[in-house]
């Protein structure tokens, strides 16, 4: 697979950064993090002049973006990431028992289309501290009337979104800039005996991921997954009342 290196990518970079073991995360640039937070925070006024957090829908009943009330003052800002009460009040009861953190160096990473079966089937919390992502949820419950469907949103450092995906959904991300960190709760445990990954370039799916599927980087356990089409989905599409 090729790989796109974009200036922080670039091979020296990255060896000092893997190379230094109490920053497995990465070196995430101060300079550059401190431009993405001030372009969010300008000057006391948040990106969008929002009184309470606001939950929108997507092209995917049940996959939902949440924007959190950020508060800016002269010292800079402050927002609750996640707040259960918050979320109960807007109708999202899941319990989350597992955060994730990855880093993706290069823009052009894929991670996906991944899914764990029931019994630790899991709902997805998906945030952006650095960079940016195409964040994408597909429906695989079986009946429903989205079958097959994708939807993808922007989430990035810039816009505070969170896009939260429920289980029944393969979940997957391509990074649009290098150095992107990405936070995300999870519903259920990882459980690698009930992982489960759909080949993010299947041409059922048809996802547009904004590159071409020869420059994704790849880890190799996606470069193999299987197709849609061999998708035997644990997931039944329940209706709501
Ligand atoms: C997902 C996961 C991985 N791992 C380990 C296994 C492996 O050695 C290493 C890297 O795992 P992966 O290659 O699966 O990481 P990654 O490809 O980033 O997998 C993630 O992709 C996104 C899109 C998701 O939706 C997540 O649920 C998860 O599947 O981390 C854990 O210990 N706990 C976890 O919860």
């Known amino acids: ?55 929108e829908p997507t092209t995917l009943p049940g996959v939902q973006i949440i924007t959190p009330r950020v508060f800016a003052d002269n010292r800079g800002a402050f927002c609750e990431t996640y707040n259960a009460d918050t979320l109960a009040a807007l109708g999202i009861d899941t319990v989350f028992v597992q955060d994730n953190q990855s880093w993706s160096h290069d823009a052009g990473t894929i991670r996906g289309l991944h899914f764990q079966t029931p019994p630790s089937a899991q709902a997805k919390l998906v945030r952006v ?71 993010f370039d299947d041409p059922d799916l048809a996802i547009d991921w904004g590159i071409p599927a020869a420059d994704a980087v790849l880890s190799d356990k996606d470069a193999a997954a299987g197709s849609f089409a061999d998708l035997k989905t644990p997931f039944t599409y329940e209706a709501s009342a």
């Open 1 to 55: 697979m090729g790989r796109i290196h974009g200036p922080i990518g670039q091979s020296g970079a990255r060896s000092a950064c893997l190379g230094n073991s109490l920053h497995p995360f990465g070196q995430l640039r101060p300079v550059l993090v401190a431009k993405q937070v001030r372009r969010i925070y300008h000057k006391g006024k948040t990106a969008r002049d929002q009184e309470a957090p606001m939950l």
């Open 129 to 199: 501290l650095v960079g940016e992502i195409w964040d994408v949820a597909v429906d695989i419950r079986a009946g429903s009337p989205t079958y097959g469907q994708w939807t993808g949103v922007t989430l990035s450092a810039g816009n505070n979104r969170q896009l939260l995906i429920p289980a029944g959904f393969l979940h997957g991300f391509v990074t649009r800039v290098p150095d992107c960190l990405v936070a995300y709760k999870c519903s259920n445990v990882y459980a690698p005996a009930c992982e489960g990954a759909v080949r």
